[in-house]
């Protein structure tokens, strides 16, 4: 298989794994133990993803997070860590997925972790910020948990560097969500907990517009859906690397091993219906 198909398959693969952290009964026990608000997910969403970088403010969160609007990002750091401190963030973190994936799956995942464990430490840490600070925690014994945080460290490897392939195409943060929704990858409603306020997205559109991008209601032309077909290539062109070192052989080992608890995940309704991520939306 071509690399960069490759890439996105796995991609498949490990992010809704990923992503239960952000959703599943257990975090929100454990974040409400910390003393976070959990009548909405963003409070232990930016701790939770936050944590590893430290005690970072809102412009190092804006700059790894881009998609959000930057005073969405401010109403919730630096404010989350004066309810818990990063470290304490991270013990939770960990526990939580432990819960999580406990109540998902009991099945042997030591060699499914080996695995991705082998494709995570591949990576080049080279302008991906989330992808390091990941990296650079200690990995846990249990191997689900384990497992997990090797899945944390590619797709933040990948989502470091979609952030790379949305600025070489001149998509500024509103603009990258605009141009998604414009291509029909997720509806516009989807990106509400981004922050962006209707004159914000409003303004977004119509720089698109002026650049050929976008029709007059909001869709995408033959050449905006060109430039998001060209922004997912070089997204998963660039994250190709740990796939590369880990093989065809071995990735497919890994998606075969992973099957069951990602069939796990979607079973339990573990995730929304709706989604932002746009997987099976676009071309590769």
Not at 6 to 23: K, N
Not at 54 to 64: D, F, I, K, S, V
Not at 150 to 175: F, K, M, P, Q, S
Not at 232 to 244: K, N, V
Request: hydrophobic share 50%; charged share 20%; aromatic share 8%.
């Amino acid at each position: 298989m071509a690399m960069p198909t490759l890439a996105r398959s796995m991609w498949h693969q490990i992010e809704p794994v990923h992503a239960t952290l952000y959703f599943s009964p257990q975090a929100f026990e454990e974040a409400a133990a910390l003393g976070y608000d959990v009548t909405s997910r963003w409070p232990s969403y930016f701790a939770w993803r936050t944590a590893p970088l430290g005690a970072a403010g809102p412009h190092l969160a804006a700059a790894t997070y881009y998609s959000f609007s930057p005073a969405t990002i401010a109403g919730h750091i630096p404010a989350i860590w004066d309810t818990a401190a990063p470290a304490k963030v991270l013990e939770a973190r960990w526990r939580a997925v432990d819960r999580t994936l406990r109540a998902l799956h009991d099945g042997d995942l030591r060699e499914a972790a080996d695995l991705a464990r082998r494709a995570a430490e591949s990576i080049d840490v080279a302008h991906r910020p989330l992808a390091a600070a990941n990296l650079d925690l200690p990995w846990p014994d249990e191997p689900h948990v384990a497992l997990w945080h090797a899945y944390t460290i590619l797709r933040e490897h990948r989502g470091d560097g979609h952030l790379t392939a949305l600025r070489a195409a001149g998509l500024d943060a509103c603009e990258a969500l605009v141009s998604f929704a414009a291509v029909g990858a997720a509806p516009v409603a989807g990106f509400a907990g981004r922050g962006w306020s209707p004159d914000e997205w409003a303004a977004a559109r119509q720089r698109l517009a002026g650049r050929g991008l976008l029709h007059a209601d909001g869709t995408a032309t033959p050449a905006g859906q060109e430039l998001r077909d060209r922004v997912e290539r070089h997204t998963d062109e660039l994250a190709a690397a740990p796939w590369r070192a880990l093989g065809d052989t071995r990735a497919a080992r890994l998606a075969e091993l992973n099957r069951p608890l990602l069939g796990a995940v979607f079973t339990a309704g573990a995730l929304p219906a709706g989604s932002t991520l746009g997987i099976g939306a676009v071309k590769v």
